[in-house]
């Protein structure tokens, strides 16, 4: 497997207020606890996805993941940036940050106001990523895929990564706006669907196969099995289960499907999507 949505928190040199209330996440989550939650399930390799912190701070967290990678040992991949489309130093940032092994960018669009992915400003700037063969990772919620939807119809050439399936509300059981809304934005070809996240959007006491099965299946149906990746959401996914549960879940999930769906989600598509070398 190829984890595509790996969070590394290092607080002894980054800040992550987003944090300060959510006691699972205190404490260091480095490349070793990494390495300690995922021994054993064969995850070949990863994607370190920005961790959202300071503004001040995106530049080096950037670099100091993309020097980690430089390193095969430490079977980092790829990594996917943080970065202020809306900001007229958004290109003189991606220059700053330039590395083979920067795939991508995320600018967490959830917290922010919906109009932020409207501002002409900030729609230019994302068109400009296919000129660098940069992905844009989409962290919405299901209220605001509708307009994820019109930003990816801005930016017809740019490959878009959205995250989480979308941020069902499993928990709460509600399938609207979710469900239709899915479906409309899965219908642009340059999309890609990232199962990831979903066990942190569940009941704390359902993590199951059975919870999470029809959510994750409308997902398959939306997309294809060519426009899949999975993500464990590590360590956010310890709000509600361990890593371990979650690639379980997974893999009950996809038991019954063929040898070559399952490769396609699990690495195939990932080593293709983000232009990973196939011997890495």
């Known amino acids: 497997m190829i984890d595509t ?5 290092y607080p002894g040199r980054f800040q992550y207020p987003w944090t300060e209330n959510l006691s699972p996440l205190q404490g260091n989550f480095r490349l070793d606890e990494y390495r300690n939650a995922s021994a054993g399930l064969d995850i070949e390799g990863t994607l370190f996805m920005e961790v959202d912190v300071d503004r001040a701070q995106s530049i080096d967290e950037a670099r100091f993941f993309s020097r980690m990678a430089e390193n095969p ?6 990594v996917i940036a943080s970065a202020r489309p809306e900001n007229d130093d958004f ?11 920067v795939k991508g960018i995320r600018r967490v669009l959830h917290t922010q106001p919906d109009e932020l992915s409207r501002l002409p400003s900030f729609r230019q700037n994302i068109a400009r990523l296919a000129a660098r063969g940069l992905t844009f990772d989409l962290c919405v919620l299901p209220a605001q895929l509708t307009i994820a939807a019109e930003l990816v119809d801005s930016c017809p050439n740019v490959s878009f990564i959205l995250d989480h399936c979308g941020v069902p509300d499993i928990a709460g059981e509600a399938r609207d706006p979710w469900h239709d809304s899915l479906r409309d934005i899965s219908s642009r070809p340059n999309v890609i669907c990232k199962v990831s996240g979903l066990p942190a959007y569940s009941p704390p006491d359902a993590v199951t196969t059975e919870t999470i099965r029809p959510w994750v299946e409308h997902a398959v149906d939306c997309f294809g099995w060519d426009r899949l990746v999975w993500g464990g959401d590590w360590p ?10 979650w690639v379980k879940v997974t893999h009950e999930i996809f038991a019954e499907e063929s040898a070559e769906n399952r490769d396609k989600i699990y690495a195939r598509n990932a080593r293709r999507i983000y232009s990973l070398d196939p011997t890495s």
């Open 91 to 101: 290109e003189t940032h991606l220059d700053t940050i330039h590395h083979p092994a």
């Open 5 to 9: 949505h790996q969070h590394l928190l």
């Open 73 to 78: 040992a430490n079977k980092l991949l790829g």
């Open 236 to 245: 956010v996914c310890n709000l509600t289960a361990s890593l371990n549960q």
